[in-house]
């Protein structure tokens, strides 16, 4: 069946990055692209940005352009998510979600990665 | 403070009809792009409820709808039952923006 794993949880020191994975089964990989997301405690969802299918190209929120990069290896069907520079207000569960267009909606989400960030 | 506006919470009883309302403007619900929702139950990752307005993904059952005019979207759940208590977003596409854009999500309580 259609699936997204995410990798384990992480705890970060403020001032670092972070890395995390998103690796896809079950469909073609370069047929969809990926967004991610994320929730802080008791918050709403948060769009971080996009990776668009066969040209890999991204778009991301602005306030997360100089330190977000995403990128994706087709070869294993996995995106991949990393933010730089971290702050404690970036503690949250990040998910990434596939989807055919950034206008369309988004059927299939991972369990979602808690990241910390305290030092 | 979100693009899409959502009130915080609505609540109903069991059997009840609730709405859930998603406000946006000229550059995002009412620049024609669609509205989706997600439903999202404590602890868990969101699930698309209806997407491109008003079609539901299979398995979502008919007692959920979705509508959209102008630049308002809404969510109905008719028969409400317990099981449906959870958070519920509306998501579209701001041209100005160049984003995906989210509600701040409604509460749903099945009292």
């Known amino acids: 069946q259609v699936q997204l794993i995410q990798s384990g949880a992480e705890v970060k020191k403020p001032g670092t990055s972070v890395k995390v994975s998103c690796k896809a089964s079950?469909?073609?990989?370069?047929?969809?692209?990926i967004i991610w997301v994320r929730q802080a405690p008791g918050q709403g969802l948060e769009w971080l940005g996009w990776?668009?299918?066969?040209?890999?190209?991204?778009n991301f929120e602005q306030k997360f352009q100089d330190r977000i990069t995403m990128t994706k290896d087709t070869s294993t069907s996995t995106a991949y998510m990393e933010l730089g520079s971290l702050r404690s207000d970036d503690t949250a569960v990040y998910y990434c979600?596939?989807?055919?267009?950034?206008?369309?909606?988004?059927?299939?989400w991972g369990q979602g990665t808690m990241v910390t960030v305290s030092s | 403070q979100s693009v899409l506006t959502q009130p915080p919470s609505v609540s109903g009883a069991p059997g009840q009809r609730v709405t859930i309302s998603c406000t946006g403007g000229?550059?995002?619900?009412?620049?024609?792009?669609?509205v989706h929702w997600y439903q999202q139950l404590p602890g868990t990752a969101p699930k698309l409820l209806i997407y491109g307005n008003n079609n539901r993904p299979s398995g979502v059952p008919d007692r959920i709808s979705g509508s959209k005019s102008g630049t308002s979207a809404s969510l109905a759940i008719t028969g409400l039952r317990a099981a449906d208590e959870a958070d519920y977003y509306c998501?579209?596409?701001?041209?100005?923006?160049?984003?995906?854009?989210f509600g701040g999500g409604t509460k749903l309580t099945v009292l």
């Open positions: 079950g469909y073609t990989f370069s047929s969809y692209g």
């Open positions: 000229d550059s995002n619900i009412g620049a024609r792009y669609d």
């Open positions: 979600a596939r989807g055919i267009s950034p206008t369309h909606g988004f059927d299939m």
């Open positions: 998501q579209s596409y701001d041209s100005s923006l160049s984003a995906v854009v």
């Open positions: 990776i668009a299918p066969y040209s890999g190209s991204t």
